[in-house]
């Protein structure tokens, strides 16, 4: 018989009438992919079905609207109050539960924060009445007109939540989460600061508790006293526009009993600083919010259950064996790995493929309306993944380049029956990215790297050649049948007077060797590389001023980041000139301009790095095109790419070899 190397994360709790598989639920995400008329489609049934077949034990979705007409945030929202598209829930409730786990619907209703509601004229309710202009990490400056709910509205909002729980137990979920945190619609009425009605339904806590509590209360009614309900709050909304974590374990306490399950989460979407508490990023320790749910947990007789930077196996075991939380929650973590519970239940957690929290597949969602990740690059395609490729004829693959498309593309084409030789011509797999390994909040990319690495070394179809250019001359004598040229890029050197001084480093470098940097330093470049080197050499005890000659920082779309690298900036009193113009740098620093106006200074010193972009190693890639019957270039050396256009090109690149 074996023996579980997590025996607390892999025991079955009971919610309710039901029993959960495992301690780790998928926490609520959303996708846009809708029909028209807000019905579930194909690509969004496989997203969440991934979850299930990876091995969670409960997969929430996410933004099921209980009123569509007064409450919706945003337009792409699944609906809970329009039973024409029952046929459809089923569909997606069925592709959950039908591998074991069960399907869980996020009741959600936006409250005062009812932007879509407000743009088709209805009616937005909240507590109170006022005017709303948004200060959240989208949608900032938009204006709501809030009308205060009088008691017929109340009414009908708690049926409301009641009948779409009754409804989507009809369609086949198995829970429902009532979302009364983050500042959405029953946190307003939970908040001190908000609620300031002298009814029955504000003021003192027991007030401001009767509207979550009565649609609990009610769901239980309409469901069944066994149905299982999960109620997400902020333990602390971590910001002046909310409550504290005193407030936070009162509100916990006068839940106990409603409910089947305390989801303790934290933050406020309304405030960037709260925004990246809920949401936390790559410069938050792991697992930052547990400790929300251990207090609470000691409060309270109803399971709880914790979220918010979890990725790592023996940190969940741990949370449930010393009693901090009786359920762990993940949602980026099962993005980047959805197989995360599988792979540690069997012994395979070391190819556990660990999230890094960069918020790309957040921001590709609210940017670009598809969810995706940036090293798991099936997320967003599960449909194609799922369906077994084309029978492949064996090809024998040449790759010029370890780093992050170099890596992927070796490791998918060994997986379809394929012989690859991969060279590189320095002395470890990983790419320009090795320079980053000494970052703290850089952790979770060494480990992708390092995982990538063992992955191709440890591959008997894949043979690794280290120190190793790949040459026309070399590729010729090897006489592959296919090359993919991944040999990426260099840092861009820019031609401005002063570049070639002695106080004058690449970021690589610095990366590499921080030592290079003085006490004062000048970064020329404000975008992801600048920037997080700028929060490094911070966080080490450097003065750090950015130079970035657009109006705006770097970011390629990852806006979600961007309100993390803004809080970082200002926590560590970074200088940040935007639509400033590098003229001359000097033995002071670097002399500048003002893009608007003409304005000259000097930024001053000790160091200056430049970090201006990549240059494309497009000549050794050119020079391979014609020693292989087939070829492919991919990555930086097409034009520079970030890691998830690298790792999505290497993957679907190799998918086609020998298919046709």
């Not at 009438?17 to 008329?37: K, M, V």
């Not at 997400?232 to 374990?249: A, I």
């Not at 600083?273 to 790559?282: L, S």
């Not at 309100?563 to 001359?584: C, F, M, P, S, Y």
Request: net charge negative; with cysteine.
């Amino acid at each position: 018989m074996s023996e579980l190397k997590y025996p607390h994360l892999f025991q079955p709790i009971q919610l309710g009438g039901t029993l959960f598989r495992n301690r780790i639920f998928a926490a609520p995400t959303s996708i846009h992919d809708l029909t028209y008329d807000h019905q579930s489609t194909e690509t969004l049934n496989v997203y969440f079905e991934r979850k299930a077949i990876g091995g969670a034990a409960s997969v929430a979705v996410g933004e099921m609207m209980v009123d569509s007409v007064h409450g919706q945030g945003a337009p792409q929202s699944l609906l809970l109050d329009n039973e024409d598209g029952k046929s459809a829930l089923y569909a997606l409730a069925n592709s959950i539960s039908r591998h074991g786990a069960v399907a869980t619907a996020e009741l959600q209703h936006a409250g005062m924060f009812a932007t879509d509601s407000a743009q088709r004229g209805n009616i937005v309710y909240g507590p109170v009445s006022k005017s709303i202009v948004r200060d959240a990490a989208v949608d900032v400056g938009l204006t709501t007109e809030v009308t205060a709910m009088d008691e017929d509205a109340i009414e009908q909002v708690i049926e409301a939540y009641a009948n779409a729980a009754a409804y989507a137990k009809f369609c086949g979920f198995g829970m429902v989460l009532v979302h009364g945190g983050h500042g959405w619609f029953l946190s307003q009425f939970i908040s001190p600061k908000i609620n300031t009605r002298t009814d029955r339904w504000g003021g003192n806590l027991e007030n401001r508790m009767r509207l979550p509590l009565a649609i609990c209360d009610r769901i239980k009614q309409k469901c069944g006293r066994n149905f299982p309900i999960e109620f997400r709050m902020s333990g602390d909304e971590t910001c002046e526009k909310g409550y504290d974590f005193e407030e936070g374990k009162r509100i916990a306490q006068a839940l106990d009993g409603h409910i089947d399950l305390l989801h303790v989460s934290t933050g406020n979407h309304e405030d960037h600083d709260a925004f990246v508490e809920t949401h936390p990023d790559m410069f938050h320790a792991h697992g930052c919010n547990v400790h929300y749910a251990a207090e609470i947990k000691k409060l309270v007789k109803t399971p709880v259950a914790t979220v918010g930077a979890l990725n790592d196996p023996e940190a969940l075991e741990e949370i449930i064996a010393s009693g901090q939380a009786d359920v762990v929650e993940m949602a980026r973590a099962l993005i980047a790995d959805p197989d995360m519970p599988v792979k540690a239940r069997t012994g395979r957690d070391k190819d556990i493929r660990k999230c890094m929290r960069c918020l790309v597949c957040f921001s590709h969602l609210v940017v670009n309306g598809r969810i995706c990740c940036a090293i798991n690059p099936e997320i967003g395609v599960e449909n194609e993944a799922k369906i077994p490729a084309l029978p492949h004829n064996s090809k024998h693959i040449l790759i010029a380049g370890g780093g992050i498309g170099g890596m992927e593309a070796a490791i998918e084409a060994a997986k379809l029956g394929h012989k690859v030789t991969l060279c590189e011509k320095k002395g470890e797999l990983g790419g320009a990215l090795r320079c980053e390994r000494d970052v703290p909040f850089k952790a979770n990319l060494d480990h992708y790297l390092n995982l990538q690495a063992r992955l191709c070394e440890e591959n008997p179809a894949i043979d690794v050649k280290l120190n190793t250019e790949l040459t026309p001359e070399l590729a010729k004598s090897i006489g592959a049948d296919v090359i993919i040229a991944a040999t990426g890029a260099r840092p861009i050197k820019p031609p401005i007077p002063g570049i070639d001084g002695k106080n004058v480093q690449s970021a690589e470098d610095v990366y590499v060797n921080t030592d290079l940097a003085g006490k004062k330093v000048a970064i020329l470049g404000g975008g992801l590389v600048g920037l997080e080197l700028a929060i490094f050499l911070s966080g080490k005890g450097r003065q750090v001023s950015v130079i970035e000659m657009m109006d705006h920082m770097g970011t390629a779309g990852n806006v979600l980041h961007e309100i993390g690298l803004n809080v970082q900036i200002r926590k560590n009193h970074i200088d940040l000139h935007l639509g400033t113009k590098a003229l001359e740098i000097t033995d002071g620093g670097v002399k500048v301009e003002q893009v608007k106006d003409g304005k000259q200074s000097l930024i001053e010193a000790d160091t200056v790095i430049y970090a201006v972009g990549q240059r494309p190693e497009r000549e050794s890639a050119i020079a391979l095109y014609d020693c292989a019957p087939d070829f492919y270039v991919l990555g930086d050396c097409t034009t520079p790419k970030n890691i998830r256009q690298a790792t999505n090109m290497a993957y679907n690149i190799v998918r086609n070899i020998g298919t046709r």
